[in-house]
C-alpha cells in the first residue's frame, strides 16, 4: 500500500476505494477521460481531498498539477467534505428577478451558515448556483435532487425541517 | 333497530384522508360525545366521493347536504350550526361550479395561439422514451432524405438557402460552418452539440432535450453526413440531469433502432455519439473551451484562427451547433429551406424559441417568427406584468446582452435589430423586468456574474471586470463618485476590444445598455444617493420610507401602532408631513407599491395605517411661532405646497403670507377631492393647525388683479408661487362650448362651492350623464353626479387596466352602480338650444404600444354611435391657469403651461426672487408630491436667503427623541392586507358622508403586525 | 428493435399515429402527465403516481397512461392531458394528487369535464 492510499483510508472506506479503481479503471487510457472520472470520483466519494486527486494522477498517468487545474476550475468538484444534504439556491437572472437573492439570505439566517459553507453538524452544505434551468419556477430551491419552485421567504423553514 | 336523527357520511377516500379527514372525523366524534348527542347521530365512513380536490367531505342525511374543505376547527361550529340549530353553514357548503363558464380551445388562449411551433413541434406529445412516437411525427424522415437522396453538397446548400442562423447566440449561418468544415481536409471530423446552457433565464435546450431529444440526434447525423464526420459530442451541463437521462435512453434506441452507430438505415453511413457532461463553468459554452474541456483540461478558450471549422477538437476539423439549432434541421431538410425560410426577416429566417421569465404572468417557452414585436412576446403570448406593475425593460442574451426598454415594445425583434437596441439575441433568455428592479443592480448583478466566471486566461477580462464589478458596487452602496459612469463607459470599451474569447467581449454589454437607458439611475444613485427601485438597501433604511416623496418614516409609527402608543405615532407622522391626516385619506401611497411584504402576500396598508392614527391619537398641540427674521415672503395659493412651505418657512421664524383667489384654503383637497373622500372638517383642522403657526391667509385674492406683481415684489423678499393645475383640458370636439357641457375639476368647484345649491336642485346636470376620462377626477366627477341622482356612464377611450385612476377608486365607482365604457372616445356633442342632448362616439381598438408601454387606441372606421345625455363632465386633464402672470416679472412659463425651473434648480425660476412648485411646475400630480415640493421650496428660499446674508445653513432641531420598539415575529404566516371597513353601498350612494369607516384598533394592530420591519438591521 | 430500414420508418409512423390517436386497439382514454424538470418540481410525479394508483385500485384496462415533455406552459405545470376517443383533449392545469383523483372519477370514469381545473381543449396547431 502506498502512501497516499493509507491516507485515502483515513477519509474513505475500503469498499469506497474499491469503487474508485473501478471508475479510473473505466476511463483509462481514453482521451479526455479526466473529467468523467473526477465526476465519477465525486459522487462515490463525495468529495476529492489532495490524497484522492494524487491517487488518480498517478493512475492515469497525468501531472498532479493538471488534477488540481481541473477540479479548482470546475465549480462541480469539492476538495472539502459537504453535509449530507446540499441546499442550492439558484440565482440566475430569473430567480434573482423574482426574489433569489431574499431566499438566500433566509436560507443563511435558518441554517446559520454562509455561502459555500457547511453545518458544524454535517447536514447541510449552502450553495448559491446560476441557473439550473427551471426558470419557470423561480425563484428555486434545490436540497440534493428535489427542485423546489416558487418558494418564498415564509416557505424556507418549512422546506429544510423536512430533511432534518 | 336503533333509530337515528341524523348520519354524517365523512367521505374516508384516500383523496379526503390526505386532506386530514380521519383527523376531521376524530373530532366530529368527540364533539358529538361532549354535547351527548352519540345517541341520536350517527357517523358512517364512506368510500370515495370523487370531489376529492374538495375533500375532507361530508353529507349530512336525511336532508342530504354536501359538505366540502372542513377542517378540524370547524368542527364546533358545524355541530352547533347544522346538527343543533338546523341551519345549514353556509360557507362550508358544496357549490356548483359556475357550469356556464366555457373551455376555451388553446386557439383562444393567446399564449399558444400566437406561437409558430417549429423546434418545439412536437412538444407535450410525444413520450421522449419512445422513439416509435417520435418516428410517428416525422421523426428521422428528413435524416433518411438527407443519407439516401442527398449529397453532402447539397445539405449545405439546403442550410445555406434556409438562412438559419446558429441560435447559440453569436447568430453566425449555419450552413456557411458546415461549408468551411465540409471543405477541411481530413478523414477525422467532429459533430459537436452545445448543451451547456449556461445562460441564466435560457432553459429551452432543456425543455428540447427532454421533451424531444431525437431531433436533435437526427439534425446530428444529418450535420455529420454533411461535413463528413462520424463520431460526434454531446456536451451538456451537468445541472441538467433528466435531460442527459433521457438523452442517454434516446441514444440506446437509436443505436439499437440503426438510427444511429454503423450503417445507418442499411445506407453505408456510420455516425457514432457520446454524451460527454460537463462540470459547472460557464466559460465552457464558448466553442473552444467547451473543445478544451471535452480534450480533459481546464475549460479555456483558445484564440482563433484557426477556426474549429479547422482545427477544433483534438485538433481535427470540427462543427459545434447548439441544441435549438440542431432541433431544426431535420424538418428543413424534410419539408425544405422555401418553407423555412418563409417565416422570419430579412436576414433572420425561421422561428426563435423565447424563454419567457420574470416578471409576466405566463412564463414559459415561447417559439414565435422571427421579427415579432417585443410586445407581443411580453403582453399577448406573456400575458403582461403581473400585480398591476408597469413595464421596465426586457434583458434579452443574458449575462452577454442587454436591456430593451419601454419605448421599443413595438420594435421586431431578430439579430440585427436587437444588437442595434444594445442587447444580443443570444440564446432566447427574455427576462422581463418591472418597475421595482433597479438598472444599476441589475447591471452589477450581470457584472458579478461574468466575474465569477471569467476563466482568468486573459487579464482585460480577469482584471478589467473585477474592477467594473468594484465600481458598480460602490454606486449600489452609495459610494459612487462623479466620472464612475464615464470610467464604466471606457474599461467597457477596452474589454470588448481586448478580450480573448466572447465572454470578456461581451462581459461589458449589460452595464453599457442600463447606461444607455437608465443613465438618470446611475446618476441618481450617485449623486443623490437614491434607488427609485429601492433594491440597493444600503442607500435607505426602509423601502417605504425610501419610496415616499417626503420620506416619512413608516417603520417607526407602525411598530408604534403596534405597540399601541398611538399619541407617539401621531408625532412621528408631524415630523414630516403637516397634513398627514388628508394623506391617510387621499395619498397614492407610493410607499405601499415597494412593501416588501408585498413579494410574500399583500403589502400593508399604509395609508390606512396612517389615518387610523390621526384618527385615534390626539393631534400634537401647535403653539405659535414667534417671527425672529426679517425677510417676508409671499405664497401664492393656498394648496398643500404653498401651505407646506408656508409652514416650513415659519417654523423658520420667517413672516409668511398667503394669497388665494377662492374662497376657502386647500386648493385641489378643498376644490377637487370631494368630501366622501376626504371630510372638509378633517382638511379644515390640518389647514387651522398651519394657520396657528401665525400665518395670515388672504382668501378671494388674485394676484395680478387684488394685488399687482409689483405690490408683491414691494411688500415682500420672496414670492412662492404654488398656483395648482385647476383648469381642464379641451376635448377638442364640436359642441364644447354648449351649456351643460363641464370640464372635471371646474364641476368639481362649482358643485363644492355651490353645494346648497346642487343639493336643492336649483343647480342640475339633468339626468343622464357622461363623464370623459379615466384618471382619479374623472371618477371623482363621476361619483359626485351619481350623489346628485344621476344616471353615470364613464367613457374611456382604453382599457381598464390602463386608467390612471387609483384601483380602489374606479372598484368603488362600479360598486356604486357607475358604468364604464371602455374603449370609447367622444367625437362631437349635440345640443338643441344650446343645452346638450346628446354626445356622438366611436368605439375604439388596441393598435400598437405607446412610450408609457400601454396600447393605443386607434378608431374603428363606422363604429360611431349616439348617447343620449343631458350633461357632459370632460376629465381628461388639468393644466395649471397662467393667465394671472405678469410677464413683467420675468418668469418663464414652458409649453405645457407650466413654470419653468432651470435645470440646475430644484424650485427657483429664472428670477431669483421668485420660486415655483407643486401643480403649477409638475402638472398635475399627487398630494404627497406637492407637499414635498413644498418642502423643497422652504429649504431652497431659506438657504437663498442666508446664502446672501452670509449666515450659516439653517439646522434643523433635533427632533423630540421617540423610542421605537422592535418587535419581530418569529414566523410570518400569509394573511391578506386588512380590509378597509365601508359604508354600505346603498346607503353612500345619497349623501356625501365618508365611505371608508376607519379601522378599529383591532383591525389596525393585526395589520401593523404583518410588518416585516425591513428598516431593522439584525 | 431489429435495425430499421427507410420503409421501416413509414409503417412505424402508420402504426404509432393509430395508436396515439386511439384509433387502433381497445384504449378509450389516453392520459399523458407533463414531466419536465419544471413540471417534476412542480409535482407531476406526485400527480402521476396518484393516477396509476387510482387506475389499478379502479381495475380499469382501457387507459393508457403516457408521460411527456414539457408543454410550454411552466407558470401553470403541473399540467395533464385527458384524451377520451372521439373527444377534444382537455388540458388541465395546477394539478395536485387529490385534484388528480377527482379527475379520474369524475371525468375519465363518469364523463364529467371537471372545468374549474381546466386550462383549455383541444391542441397546438403545427403549421
Redesign the interface.
Known amino acids: 500500500m502506498t502512501m497516499d492510499e493509507t491516507e485515502i483510508l483515513k477519509e474513505f472506506s475500503p469498499e469506497q476505494i474499491v469503487k474508485l479503481n473501478e471508475i479510473i479503471k473505466k476511463h483509462k487510457g481514453k482521451?479526455?477521460?479526466?473529467?468523467?472520472v473526477?465526476?465519477e470520483a465525486q459522487v462515490s466519494l463525495e468529495y476529492l481531498p489532495m490524497s484522492v486527486q494524487k491517487k488518480i494522477a498517478r493512475e492515469l498517468n497525468l501531472p498532479l498539477s493538471?488534477v488540481y487545474?481541473?477540479v479548482t476550475?470546475?465549480?462541480?468538484?469539492t476538495m472539502t467534505p459537504r453535509g449530507k444534504y446540499t441546499v442550492r439556491v439558484c440565482l440566475?437572472?430569473?430567480?434573482?428577478?423574482?426574489?433569489g437573492k431574499?431566499i438566500s439570505e433566509t436560507v443563511e439566517k435558518e441554517l446559520g451558515i454562509n455561502e459555500g459553507e457547511t453545518t458544524p453538524d454535517r447536514m447541510f452544505t449552502l450553495e448559491t448556483?446560476?441557473?439550473?434551468?427551471?426558470?419557470?419556477l423561480?425563484p428555486v430551491v434545490v436540497v440534493n435532487?428535489d427542485v423546489h419552485g416558487r418558494v418564498?421567504?415564509?416557505k424556507v423553514?418549512e422546506i429544510l425541517s423536512q430533511y432534518k | 333497530m336503533k333509530v337515528f336523527r341524523s348520519h354524517l357520511l365523512i367521505c374516508g377516500?384516500?383523496?379526503c384522508q390526505?386532506?386530514g379527514s380521519l383527523a376531521v372525523k376524530k373530532a366530529l366524534l368527540q364533539e358529538l360525545d361532549t354535547r351527548a348527542l352519540t345517541s341520536e347521530i350517527k357517523v358512517v365512513e364512506t368510500g370515495?366521493n370523487?370531489?376529492?380536490?374538495?375533500?375532507p367531505i361530508m353529507v349530512v342525511y336525511p336532508e342530504g347536504v354536501l359538505y366540502v374543505s372542513i377542517k378540524v376547527t370547524d368542527i364546533p361550529e358545524l355541530v352547533e350550526e347544522h346538527l343543533i340549530k338546523g341551519r345549514v353553514l353556509e360557507r362550508l357548503l358544496y357549490r356548483e361550479?359556475?357550469?356556464d363558464?366555457i373551455?376555451?380551445?388553446?386557439?383562444?388562449?393567446p399564449?399558444?395561439a400566437l406561437?409558430?411551433?417549429r423546434v418545439?413541434?412536437?412538444?407535450?406529445?410525444?413520450?421522449?422514451?419512445k422513439i416509435?412516437?417520435y418516428?410517428?411525427r416525422?421523426g428521422?424522415?428528413g435524416m433518411?432524405k438527407a443519407l439516401?437522396e442527398m449529397k453532402p453538397e447539397q445539405i449545405v446548400k439546403e442550410m445555406l438557402d434556409s438562412g438559419l442562423r446558429g441560435r447559440g447566440g453569436a447568430g453566425f449561418p449555419t450552413g456557411l460552418k458546415w461549408q468551411f468544415a465540409a471543405q477541411s481536409k481530413g478523414d477525422i471530423k467532429y459533430v459537436l452539440c452545445n448543451a451547456d446552457?449556461?445562460?441564466?433565464?435560457?432553459?429551452m435546450d432543456?425543455?428540447v432535450l427532454?421533451?424531444?431529444p431525437h431531433a436533435v440526434l437526427e439534425g446530428m447525423v444529418i450535420a455529420a453526413k454533411a461535413i463528413g464526420s462520424h463520431q460526434g459530442y454531446i456536451y451538456c451541463r451537468?445541472?441538467?440531469?433528466?435531460?442527459i437521462h433521457r438523452l442517454n435512453i434516446a441514444i440506446a434506441?437509436a443505436k439499437?433502432?440503426?438510427?444511429l452507430g454503423k450503417?445507418i438505415?442499411?445506407t453505408g453511413f456510420d455516425f457514432d455519439l457520446e454524451i460527454?457532461?460537463?462540470?459547472?463553468?460557464?466559460v465552457c459554452g464558448e466553442e473552444t473551451a467547451l473543445m478544451t474541456?471535452?480534450?480533459?483540461?481546464?475549460?479555456m478558450p483558445r484564440p482563433r484562427p484557426p477556426f474549429p471549422a479547422v482545427a477544433g477538437l483534438?485538433q481535427k476539423p470540427s462543427i459545434l451547433n447548439n441544441v435549438e439549432t440542431l432541433a431544426n434541421i431535420g424538418q428543413i431538410i424534410l419539408r425544405g429551406s422555401q418553407w423555412y425560410a418563409s417565416v422570419g426577416t430579412e436576414k433572420s429566417k425561421g422561428t426563435k424559441v423565447f424563454?419567457l421569465?420574470?416578471?409576466v404572468?405566463?412564463?414559459?417557452?415561447?417559439e414565435v417568427p422571427m421579427g415579432t414585436k417585443l410586445g407581443t412576446i411580453v403582453y399577448d403570448i406573456g400575458g403582461g406584468i403581473p400585480k398591476g406593475k408597469k413595464f421596465k425593460a426586457a434583458?434579452l442574451g443574458?449575462p452577454s446582452g442587454g436591456c430593451i426598454p419601454i419605448q421599443y415594445l413595438n420594435e421586431p425583434i431578430d439579430y440585427e435589430k436587437v444588437v442595434e437596441l444594445g442587447a444580443i439575441m443570444g440564446s432566447g433568455?427574455l427576462?422581463?423586468?418591472n418597475e421595482d428592479?433597479c438598472a444599476v443592480d441589475m447591471a452589477r448583478?450581470?457584472m458579478d456574474?461574468c466575474q465569477?466566471?471569467s476563466?482568468g486566461k486573459c487579464t482585460p477580462c480577469r482584471e478589467g471586470t473585477k474592477r467594473m464589478l468594484n465600481i458598480l458596487t460602490n454606486i449600489t452602496q452609495g459610494k459612487g463618485k462623479e466620472g464612475d459612469i464615464e470610467l464604466l463607459e471606457e474599461m467597457a470599451g477596452v474589454i470588448k476590444n481586448a478580450a480573448l474569447c466572447g465572454l470578456g467581449q461581451t462581459a461589458p454589454n449589460p452595464v453599457l445598455s442600463t447606461i444607455r437607458y437608465f443613465r438618470k439611475e446611475y446618476d441618481d444613485h450617485i449623486r443623490n444617493h437614491r434607488c427609485s427601485a429601492a433594491v440597493c438597501s444600503a442607500l435607505f433604511k426602509s423601502p417605504c420610507q425610501h419610496t415616499c416623496p417626503i420620506e416619512m418614516d413608516i417603520p417607526s409609527y407602525i411598530a408604534l401602532i403596534r405597540a399601541e402608543r398611538f399619541e407617539d405615532a401621531y408625532k412621528i407622522l408631524m415630523q414630516t408631513n403637516p397634513f398627514p391626516s388628508v394623506c391617510g385619506r387621499v395619498c397614492d401611497h407610493k410607499c405601499q407599491s415597494k412593501c416588501?411584504r408585498g413579494?410574500?402576500d399583500e403589502p400593508l396598508a399604509i395609508k390606512f395605517l396612517k389615518r387610523f392614527i390621526t384618527d385615534n391619537a390626539p393631534r400634537p398641540k401647535i403653539d405659535p411661532v414667534p417671527v425672529t427674521r426679517k425677510e417676508k415672503i409671499a405664497v401664492v395659493g393656498a394648496g398643500p405646497a404653498g401651505l407646506t412651505t408656508a409652514r416650513d418657512l415659519a417654523l423658520r421664524g420667517y413672516k409668511v403670507t398667503v394669497f388665494e383667489e377662492l374662497e376657502k384654503a386647500g386648493g385641489m383637497l378643498s376644490w377637487g377631492i370631494p368630501a366622501y373622500r376626504l371630510p372638509r372638517n378633517i382638511l379644515d383642522k390640518e389647514i387651522a393647525d398651519i394657520q396657528a403657526l401665525g400665518i395670515e391667509i388672504r382668501l378671494n385674492t388674485r394676484v395680478g388683479r387684488d394685488i399687482s406683481f409689483a405690490q408683491l415684489e414691494k411688500d415682500f423678499n420672496f414670492i412662492y408661487l404654488a398656483c395648482g393645475a385647476h383648469k381642464s383640458q379641451k376635448m377638442g370636439v364640436p359642441g364644447e362650448d354648449l351649456k351643460n357641457v363641464y370640464g372635471g375639476v371646474e364641476f368639481l368647484r362649482d358643485f363644492n362651492a355651490n353645494e346648497e345649491k346642487w343639493s336643492r336642485g336649483e343647480k342640475t346636470l339633468g339626468k343622464k350623464v357622461a363623464v370623459i376620462g379615466g384618471g382619479n377626477s374623472a371618477i371623482d366627477a363621476a361619483r359626485v353626479a351619481l350623489r346628485l341622482g344621476n344616471d353615470v356612464t364613464i367613457l374611456y377611450r382604453r382599457l381598464r387596466q390602463d386608467m390612471p385612476a387609483a384601483e380602489e377608486e374606479i372598484l368603488a365607482a362600479e360598486h356604486e352602480g357607475i358604468k364604464i365604457e371602455y374603449l370609447v372616445a367622444p367625437l362631437k356633442i349635440a345640443g338643441t338650444k344650446g343645452k346638450v342632448s346628446s354626445i356622438s362616439c366611436q368605439r375604439m381598438k388596441l393598435g400598437d404600444f405607446d412610450s408609457s408601454g400601454r396600447k393605443k387606441p386607434v378608431t374603428i372606421v363606422g363604429s360611431e354611435f349616439n348617447l343620449n345625455v343631458d350633461a357632459v363632465i370632460a376629465a381628461i386633464g388639468q393644466v395649471p391657469d397662467m393667465s394671472f402672470v405678469d410677464p413683467a416679472c420675468g418668469i418663464k412659463v414652458n409649453k405645457w403651461d407650466c413654470f419653468d425651473i432651470g435645470n440646475d434648480y430644484k424650485s427657483r425660476t429664472p428670477n431669483p426672487r421668485y420660486f415655483a412648485g407643486g401643480d403649477a411646475v409638475t402638472g398635475p400630480d399627487t398630494v404627497i408630491g406637492a407637499i414635498a415640493a413644498g418642502h423643497q421650496a422652504a429649504d431652497d428660499i431659506d438657504s437663498a436667503i442666508r446664502k446672501k446674508n452670509g449666515e450659516r445653513p439653517y439646522e434643523k432641531p433635533a427632533l423630540e427623541k421617540i423610542d421605537v420598539p422592535l418587535i419581530i415575529d418569529e414566523?410570518?404566516?400569509?394573511t391578506p392586507q386588512m380590509a378597509m371597513p365601508e359604508m354600505d353601498n346603498a346607503i353612500r350612494k345619497n349623501g356625501f358622508a365618508e365611505v371608508e369607516l376607519g379601522f378599529t384598533p383591532e383591525n389596525a394592530i393585526k395589520e401593523a403586525c404583518r410588518c416585516l420591519r425591513c428598516d431593522a438591521s439584525v | 428493435?431489429?435495425?430499421?430500414?427507410?420503409n421501416d420508418?413509414k409503417k412505424?409512423?402508420e402504426?404509432?399515429?393509430a395508436e396515439?390517436a386511439l384509433r387502433d386497439g381497445d384504449r378509450r382514454v389516453k392520459i399523458?402527465v407533463?414531466m419536465?424538470?419544471c413540471g417534476?418540481a412542480s409535482g407531476a410525479r406526485e400527480v402521476l403516481d396518484t393516477l396509476l394508483?387510482e387506475i389499478e385500485a379502479a381495475k380499469v384496462n382501457d387507459i393508457i397512461v403516457?408521460?411527456?415533455?414539457?408543454?410550454?406552459?411552466?407558470?401553470?405545470e403541473p399540467?395533464v392531458?385527458v384524451e377520451i376517443l372521439n373527444q377534444?383533449p382537455?388540458?388541465y392545469e395546477y394539478m395536485?394528487?387529490?385534484?388528480?383523483?377527482?379527475v379520474f372519477?369524475?371525468h375519465i370514469l363518469?364523463g364529467e369535464?371537471q372545468?374549474?381545473?381546466?386550462?383549455?381543449?383541444?391542441?397546438?396547431?403545427?403549421?
Not at chain 1, 448556483?129 to 419557470?136: Q, S, T, V, Y
Request: net charge neutral; charged share 20%.
Open positions: 482521451p479526455g477521460g479526466l473529467i468523467p473526477l465526476e493538471r487545474g481541473v476550475f470546475y465549480s462541480f468538484f440566475g437572472t430569473a430567480c434573482y428577478v423574482r426574489g431574499a448556483i446560476r441557473c439550473l434551468g427551471a426558470c419557470g423561480g435532487e418564498k421567504s415564509s423553514r | 377516500g384516500t383523496g390526505s386532506s370515495c370523487g370531489f376529492c380536490a374538495l375533500g361550479p359556475v357550469t363558464k373551455i376555451p380551445t388553446m386557439q383562444d388562449i399564449f399558444f406561437q409558430e411551433l418545439l413541434r412536437n412538444r407535450g406529445l410525444i413520450d421522449p422514451e416509435e412516437e418516428i410517428a416525422d428521422y424522415a433518411a439516401t446552457e449556461g445562460d441564466p433565464g435560457a432553459f432543456r425543455s427532454e421533451a424531444d451537468a445541472e441538467y440531469p433528466l435531460a434506441q439499437e433502432a440503426g438510427l450503417n438505415l442499411g460527454y457532461q460537463g462540470a459547472g463553468a460557464f474541456s471535452i480534450e480533459g483540461k481546464r475549460g483534438w424563454a421569465t420574470g416578471d404572468s405566463n412564463v414559459g417557452l415561447v434583458q443574458g433568455g427576462i422581463v423586468m428592479k448583478f450581470f456574474f465569477d466566471e476563466c416588501r413579494n410574500m414566523e410570518t404566516v400569509e | 428493435m431489429a435495425k430499421l430500414t427507410i420508418l412505424i409512423k402504426k404509432v399515429h396515439m399523458t407533463h419536465g424538470t417534476i394508483q403516457t408521460t411527456s415533455g414539457c408543454m410550454g406552459l411552466c407558470s401553470r399540467l392531458t377534444d382537455i388540458k395536485n394528487p387529490n385534484k388528480m383523483r377527482q372519477k369524475k363518469e369535464i372545468t374549474p381545473f381546466v386550462l383549455a381543449r383541444g391542441a397546438e396547431i403545427i403549421k
